[in-house]
């Protein structure tokens, strides 16, 4: 079956500091693959999505940026943390068809001071 | 481009009471619809969704869902919660040709109380 893994579960961090989440997902291959951005008592706001190696697609302009470096390897960076980067941040993938859900992670809690 | 509305962002309710959380989306297209919950600190997880065929769908949890192409609805219903059906609910739409990404509506917490 499919798993995905995101880590740390939780992280705080200073502001200006930099920042790498990482989201791995194993048992199936070339999956889409998303970073969502949770603030506190608020929707989800799609940040990043990435339909294969190296392909990724931005929706929201700001200080984040994401890379995919493997098949099943989605990271989220950023050079410079904000204090409006805090929030639960939701990594999500999905196999290749309209019909298929996302199957989402456990999320990171990150919290700037 | 689609969008949803949650038209409740919170539901108060007592255990064992009937529930709907209520879901209107708009779109041009045919499109696919889902439902998930996401309890504190967790991540989301997929309640049921609406591909085609039977307009009434069945979840896990006793939830279920009816597709109303007419009134674009697509409400979540349980004939009797418990207190650890207490979470966020959230409803989302998909193009029925796109694999892109999913919209979401912004959510409704459900409160049970004893």
């Known amino acids: 079956s499919q798993t995905i893994h995101q880590w740390p579960a939780t992280l705080v961090q200073p502001v200006g500091s930099p920042l790498s989440l990482e989201c791995t997902v194993e048992?199936?291959?070339?999956?889409?693959l998303y970073w969502y951005r949770q603030a506190a008592g608020r929707g989800l706001q799609l940040l990043f999505y990435?339909?294969?190696?190296?392909?990724i697609s931005s929706e929201v302009p700001q200080n984040l940026s994401a890379s995919r470096p493997q098949d099943r390897q989605f990271i989220l960076s950023s050079k410079k943390l904000l204090l409006s980067d805090s929030g639960f941040y939701l990594c999500a993938w999905s196999a290749g068809s309209p019909s298929q859900p996302q199957h989402f992670g456990d999320g990171t809690r990150l919290s700037i001071l | 481009a689609q969008s949803v509305t949650q038209l409740d962002s919170q539901v108060p309710v007592f255990e064992e009471a009937p529930v709907e959380l209520r879901c209107n989306y708009s779109?041009?297209?045919?499109?696919?619809l889902f439902w998930y919950v996401q309890y504190p600190n967790q991540g989301l997880q997929l309640l049921l969704k609406?591909?085609?065929?039977?307009?009434l769908v069945k979840g896990i949890n006793g939830f279920e869902a009816e597709f109303n192409k007419s009134q674009t609805s697509f409400h979540l219903r349980k004939p009797s919660v418990h207190i650890s059906d207490t979470a966020e609910y959230f409803c989302?739409?998909?193009?029925?040709?796109?694999?892109?990404?999913?919209?979401f509506g912004t959510g409704t917490r459900l409160q049970v109380f004893p």
């Open positions: 990435s339909v294969g190696i190296g392909q």
């Open positions: 989302a739409v998909r193009r029925s040709y796109n694999t892109d990404k999913l919209i």
């Open positions: 048992g199936t291959s070339n999956p889409n």
């Open positions: 779109s041009s297209v045919s499109v696919y």
């Open positions: 609406y591909l085609s065929g039977s307009t």
